[in-house]
């Protein structure tokens, strides 16, 4: 990490590191590189920064467990393939990582192989995350044989010129599927959901953090191509539509990490949003402050559900505020960034995407409401956690130094990165905007916390009423828009079908057309089993085909002679 | 160095060592004759990769002795890259399932050395009469181990396949007796030359279907994979691991050898169609093993043919990158299968059954098993670090250059692949049985049979030169035909 940081002053210039030659083959060459520019180099921070202290927390976290090895080998398996995945320039390279980075996550989900529940959600998530995989490579072969013959980025994008519109369309389009699949958003959002099931720190490194931002990686990475393409208009308005939605959702939850699950997918959405309107820096900014807030709230997550021997609902769980001061303040840090509060990070990235959306489109006052929903699911999250009857009698222990330690280095850095808003240049001098646009959107946040505060803790009547109207649809919300069931019908239930379509075939043939011959030859043998003994006959059939080789080699050769 | 007949002692090592094995009485005896026998072969198979020269275009180590002069037939061997990996294949595989084997009575051993000796001889011989009687002898020494240590099943299975394998025999007879009529050879090399300019379009276009389904048979494709699964699923261990590890691989090899050089124009003409059989059993047959609830073993046959069924699709999309992909592939799947069906040989050892009920969560039996097999996975479903990966993304690229339908069809396979791989893992790996006996996890010996497999995917996949450069020669020569 130190490594990395000297990296940043150093270099101004991207730089490409041949290692090996990996593929040669038929004018496809694939090497090991790194590529360091800026880019990769603070994201090798921020990957190496949350996995050391998501290492630190871990050892307490997963004191207990036997198979705690394993954990931390993923783990480091994890940190080695984002680095690799951050650090380069070539489509291929980054598919590679791509795959290893999905299955990786695979294993980590289902790291608690004895509950069939992780098996499962560890299944759902990797096939899922196998599509995105397929659109990828898709796209690979797209871009090598249309024209390129080559998978450099820079590359490609010298040569764009070279293709139709057409060709260019589909591949960002293909781009953008595989990206929107990674970053579960809307329509692929529920593998997140079932990606909790992996232990807490991995969600905090992993489905916060890290994999999940490869998507908006990627896109910032192609962006030239995505910007020659037609189709940045969709996807901001996809990353808008994703994250109103995932947003809703996430309000709607009862489990704690599955609410900072949805809260993920809301604010990739938002860095999508970022992307398709050209808005790349503000993006990748917001992408480094959310990792920060949201490692920091899943490690504090993880803590409240060990606290609570394993209670995930968020009304069940019970946190004395007094008790863990900690916790207590760092959880409110997180949230209030999360929200884009000053002088928390998330205020200054989020500010930083508005502005540049109100001026480069309309949509941006569509993502300035999206604050309202963040308000409104965050403040929840606190006030049904810590408003609770002050009966904890129960004895809770206290909190490790390895817990506490990386929580509040996060909530410093929280604060503290606030400031990197400084090294992305800004080229908006109106204060004036600057300043309505900071008000409008506080004044969102404190109406969307004062709603919550309202509803859950003071228990408003006409809220009440409100929302008991609103059963239907948060239902809907609650269960992840149905995702599942509409996955299952759509696509599990038609492969049953025809699996047991082609599996009944199969039988069919072989019984009818093949076995029931077979079973005739059986009678015949067993016939003779009668009149010879067993084991003669036993061996009849050996000496029926063997004489049937010779009479066919007979009648070959003598074929052979008689021309 | 350069006199000794190399290919002929890969070939009569074997089968001589096999005969002398059956005389040996004791059973543990038999085993280390026979797995020293075994070892001596891939030492010699190693020194032929030594000696191999790369950039030759000619096949090399050519061995020739005139059999029956009237006829023509020669005991003709020489081999190019492409036989050379096959080679070296058979004779490693052959060694790990003599090694794997325990406690086998009677001509176990020896059946296993002819075997090899046989095979090998099929991927010397430049002679298509002896390659036909070759190819049926392999059927003869495969009907007697199913036979002899199969399962249950084992009359309807060896029905079927003995079926199946003599129609593919009698239409290669035809075949290659017909071509022989006319040009009075055997000698593929001269097939090459003469068989384009003596024949007319119409009979060209019947012995290009004769040998295609006789090889198609073989691989199996769709339409006439119906042998394939029960044989797997009934054969021993070994048997198992060598079907699907080489011999259905004899017939890609065949697709290559016969059909490609010889009939560029007819197999241009036909490649789409043969492409769509290709693609609908890679469906079809992943769709069975997403489906197969009875036998883990019948997964992995299943998966045989889907795996066969995309490396047709390459092969017949015909190009550099594609044909290169497809015998990459071929590499990969030889030791996937094989390494699957060992794990489901130490399983069936420890647990008596193959049926998915009976698993135990065996991850925490046997993790030195689950990690093996994890590389396994990622074999089979294409993900970085194995060679399966460089096959099929060489494979996806030479096939988009062809058609993108295909393409597209071919990667919705690539997902059914990744969900019955899973569901596989999940049973045996997973399942939540739990056992009152007390399971070991892998011995030293089946460490051994394993790792080399595990070894050589991973290597594979960094060093996919090893394979590339030496078959590209072939390949060239091949696509320079067309």
């Excluded at chain 2, 490693?92 to 090998?120: M, P, R």
């Excluded at chain 2, 075949?175 to 024949?199: C, E, G, K, M, T």
């Amino acid at each position: 990490m130190v490594f990395s940081c000297f990296g940043l002053y150093e270099f101004n210039n991207a730089i490409t590191i041949d290692l090996a030659n990996w593929i040669n083959v038929a004018g496809v060459e694939v090497n090991f590189n790194l590529y360091i520019d800026k880019l990769s180099l603070m994201l090798v921070i921020l990957t190496s920064l949350i996995s050391l202290l998501v290492h630190i927390y871990s050892i307490s976290y997963m004191k207990a467990d036997k198979s705690k090895v394993r954990f931390f080998a993923y783990l480091d398996l994890f940190t080695f393939l984002m680095f690799y995945f951050v650090s380069n320039n070539n489509l291929l390279e980054m598919f590679i990582a791509w795959e290893g980075l999905a299955f990786v996550s695979y294993l980590l989900i289902g790291f608690n192989y004895q509950k069939s529940q992780a098996v499962i959600s560890s299944t759902k998530a990797f096939i899922v995350n196998r599509v995105s995989d397929v659109l990828f490579m898709f796209c690979l072969a797209m871009v090598y044989t249309t024209n390129f013959k080559s998978f450099d980025i820079a590359y490609i994008v010298q040569h764009i010129d070279y293709i139709s519109t057409a060709e260019i369309n589909t591949i960002a389009w293909l781009l953008f599927g595989a990206a929107i699949i990674k970053s579960a958003q809307v329509g692929f959002q529920t593998w997140i959901a079932d990606a909790m099931e992996a232990p807490t720190p991995a969600s905090a490194l992993i489905h916060s953090s890290t994999l999940v931002s490869a998507g908006i990686i990627l896109l910032i990475r192609t962006q030239p191509i995505i910007q020659t393409s037609d189709i940045s208009y969709y996807i901001a308005l996809f990353g808008l539509v994703s994250s109103l939605v995932t947003g809703l959702i996430a309000a709607n939850q009862t489990d704690i990490k599955k609410i900072l699950a949805y809260s993920t997918s809301s604010q990739l959405g938002f860095m999508i949003f970022a992307c398709g309107i050209g808005a790349y820096t503000a993006a990748i900014f917001h992408l480094i402050t959310h990792a920060l807030f949201k490692s920091l709230l899943f490690m504090n997550a993880g803590e409240i559900i060990q606290q609570n021997n394993g209670e995930h609902n968020i009304y069940k769980q019970k946190v004395s505020k007094n008790s863990f001061k900690v916790l207590y303040i760092t959880m409110w840090a997180g949230t209030l960034a999360l929200m884009g509060v000053p002088p928390f990070n998330g205020f200054f990235s989020k500010e930083s995407i508005f502005l540049e959306g109100l001026s480069n489109s309309s949509l941006g006052l569509v993502a300035l409401s999206i604050t309202l929903i963040t308000a409104i699911y965050s403040s929840r999250l606190m006030f049904v956690l810590f408003n609770k009857d002050k009966r904890i009698s129960r004895k809770q222990h206290k909190i490790s130094k390895y817990i506490s330690y990386p929580v509040v280095v996060l909530t410093v850095l929280t604060l503290a990165s606030s400031f990197l808003i400084t090294i992305f240049p800004e080229q908006h001098n109106n204060n004036l905007v600057l300043i309505t646009l900071a008000a409008f959107s506080i004044s969102l946040i404190l109406f969307g916390a004062r709603l919550v505060y309202v509803y859950t803790v003071k228990q408003d009547r006409a809220l009440l009423k409100i929302s008991s109207k609103l059963t239907r649809i948060s239902k809907i919300l609650e269960q992840s828009l149905y995702l599942d069931k509409i996955y299952s019908i759509v696509f599990v239930k038609p492969v049953l079908i025809l699996a047991k379509a082609s599996f009944m075939f199969e039988n069919l043939y072989t019984d009818k057309f093949l076995d029931a011959p077979a079973q005739q030859l059986l009678k015949f043998t067993k016939t003779s089993q009668k009149i010879k003994q067993r084991f003669v006959s036993f061996n009849t059939g050996v000496f029926i085909l063997f004489i049937i080789i010779l009479l066919g080699s007979y009648i070959a050769l003598t074929l052979i002679a008689s021309h | 160095m350069n006199n000794l007949p190399i290919l002929s002692i890969l070939i009569f090592l074997p089968i001589i060592g096999g005969a002398f094995i059956s005389l040996i009485k004791s059973t543990t005896l038999k085993k280390y004759v026979s797995l020293f026998v075994s070892f001596v072969s891939l030492v010699f198979s190693g020194i032929l990769l030594f000696h191999f020269d790369y950039s030759s275009e000619i096949v090399q180590f050519t061995e020739k002795i005139v059999l029956v002069k009237s006829f023509n037939i020669n005991y003709f061997l020489g081999i190019d890259g492409l036989s050379l990996i096959l080679i070296l294949l058979t004779n490693l595989l052959i060694f790990l399932i003599i090694l794997y084997s325990e406690n086998k009575k009677d001509l176990y051993y020896s059946l296993f050395l002819v075997l090899q000796g046989v095979t090998v001889g099929l991927f010397c011989t430049l002679d298509s009469l002896i390659f036909y009687i070759l190819l049926e002898t392999s059927l003869v020494v495969m009907f007697f181990i199913i036979m002899l240590w199969g399962g249950e099943d084992k009359i309807k299975a060896l029905f079927k396949y003995c079926m199946y394998s003599l129609i593919a025999g009698v239409f290669l007879l035809v075949a290659i007796l017909y071509i022989h009529f006319d040009i009075a050879s055997f000698n593929l090399l001269d097939w090459q030359v003469l068989v384009p300019q003596s024949f007319s379009v119409e009979e060209r276009k019947w012995l290009f279907w004769l040998f295609v389904i006789a090889f198609a048979i073989k691989i199996p494709m769709f339409g006439v994979h119906f042998w394939l699964p029960q044989a797997h699923s009934q054969a021993p261990t070994g048997g198992s691991v060598f079907l699907s590890g080489i011999l259905l691989k004899v017939g890609v090899y065949g697709i290559i050898r016969f059909v490609l050089p010889i009939f560029p124009d007819m197999i241009e003409l036909y490649s789409p169609a043969l492409m769509g059989v290709g693609l609908f059993g890679v469906i079809y047959a992943s769709l069975l093993a997403i489906y197969e609830k009875e036998d883990i073993k019948k997964v992995i046959a299943y998966s045989s043919i889907a795996h066969m069924g995309f490396i047709m699709i390459t092969l017949f999309s015909l190009n550099e990158l594609a044909i290169q992909g497809a015998i990459m592939q071929m590499v990969s799947h030889a030791l996937l299968a094989a390494g699957l069906f060992f794990v489901v040989g130490i399983v069936h050892d420890r647990l008596g059954s193959k049926n998915p009920k009976d698993m135990i969560s065996l991850q925490r039996h046997m993790p030195k098993l689950a990690i093996l097999f994890m590389i396994l996975f990622l074999d089979g479903t294409g993900l970085p670090i194995t060679a399966g990966f460089v096959g099929k993304l060489t494979s996806i690229l030479g096939i988009y250059y062809s058609s993108t339908i295909v393409t597209a069809i071919a990667l919705v396979g690539v997902v059914l692949t990744v969900v019955y791989m899973l569901r596989f893992y999940n049973v045996v790996f997973c399942s939540n049985n739990e056992s009152t006996k007390k399971i070991e996890d892998l011995n030293i010996k089946e460490l051994l049979v394993l790792s080399p497999i595990v070894v050589l995917l991973v290597l594979l996949g960094f060093k996919s030169d090893l394979v590339f450069n030496l078959t590209s020669i072939t390949t060239n020569l091949i696509l320079n035909m067309n």
